[in-house]
C-alpha cells in the first residue's frame, strides 16, 4: 500500500486562487520531505527540501514567496500555490524519507489555473 | 546542467525478452542509485537501488549493474512484462547519513513492451 498519501490528486482553479497541497507520511516519520515539479518529458524538478520544524530550502530559481511550505510535524508538509497563474499549470510531486529508507513519492496533483 | 542522463527517451521490447535501461552520470560524488517506475498520472515507485560499493544488485526480474569507473548504470528487466510498461527514472544521491537526501533524477525512459 501507499506510504506516501498527497491529496489532491486534480485541481482546477481560476487564476489569483491560492492553492494548498497535503503530503503525508503514512506509517513512517518523515524526517525530510521533498517537493517536485514534472512538466511533460521532463525530469523531475526539485522545488525545495524540508525537515521538520525548520525553514524549507528552496532550489535556485524557485520563489519561495510563490511556494509556501510548512512542515509542521513529521509526517505532514504542505504546499501552497500563492495567487496562482496559468504558468503554474503543472503535475506537483512530494517525497518523503526517514531513517534509511529510499524516498517514497506521493501520486502527485495534477494542478490547472484557468 | 543535468547531472543524470537517460539517452535514451524510449525504448520497446517483447514480452519475455530482456529490457536493458542506461543511466549515465556527471558527478563523482554520487554514491547511492536508484530506479523508479512512474505510471501516467502517478507518482514514481520505488524499484531497486545500489550503493557505490557495490557492482550489482538483484531483485526478482529487475537487477541493477554500476560501473563506477564509466559512471554508468544500467537496469536490466527479464523477463520482460507488458505491465512493466512504464517511464523509469534514474536517480542519484550524494548525501550520507540518516538519510538519503537530495536526489538527481534522469529524463526518464518510456518502456514498452508488446505481447
Known amino acids: 500500500g501507499a506510504v506516501v498519501s498527497q491529496h489532491p490528486s486534480r485541481v482546477i482553479c481560476k ?16 524526517t525530510t520531505m521533498f517537493w517536485y515539479r514534472q512538466f511533460p518529458k521532463q525530469s523531475l524538478m526539485l522545488m525545495a ?15 519561495k514567496d510563490k ?40 501520486d502527485g496533483t495534477r494542478l490547472s489555473i484557468l | 546542467d543535468q547531472q543524470v542522463k537517460q539517452n535514451s527517451p524510449s525504448l520497446s521490447v517483447q514480452e519475455g525478452r530482456i529490457s536493458i535501461l542506461n543511466c549515465d552520470y556527471t558527478n563523482s560524488m554520487f554514491d547511492y542509485f536508484l530506479w ?3 505510471y501516467p498520472a502517478e507518482g514514481p ?45 534514474c536517480a542519484a544521491s550524494s548525501d550520507r547519513g540518516s538519510t538519503l537526501g537530495r536526489l538527481y533524477f534522469g529524463r526518464g525512459t518510456q518502456l514498452t513492451v508488446w505481447p
Not at chain 1, 503554474?88 to 510531486?93: H, K
Not at chain 2, 531497486?48 to 557492482?55: A, L, Q, R, T
Open chain 1, 15 to 30: 487564476s489569483g486562487t491560492s492553492v494548498k497541497i497535503e503530503c503525508r507520511s503514512l506509517d513512517f516519520q518523515a
Open chain 2, 36 to 38: 523508479y517506475k512512474k
Open chain 2, 45 to 89: 515507485t520505488f524499484l531497486i537501488s545500489i550503493s557505490s560499493i557495490k557492482d550489482k544488485n538483484e531483485d526478482g526480474r529487475f537487477t541493477v549493474f554500476l560501473n563506477k569507473s564509466a559512471k554508468h548504470l544500467s537496469l536490466h528487466i527479464v523477463p520482460s512484462q507488458p505491465g512493466d510498461s512504464a517511464v523509469y527514472f
Open chain 1, 49 to 63: 527540501t524540508s525537515n521538520e520544524g525548520s525553514k524549507a530550502t528552496y532550489e535556485q530559481g524557485v520563489e
Open chain 1, 67 to 106: 511556494f509556501l511550505i510548512n512542515h509542521a510535524s513529521l509526517t505532514l508538509s504542505t504546499l501552497t500555490v500563492t495567487s496562482a497563474h496559468p504558468e503554474d499549470s503543472s503535475f506537483y510531486i512530494c517525497s518523503a524519507e526517514g531513517g534509511m529508507q529510499p524516498q517514497h513519492f506521493g
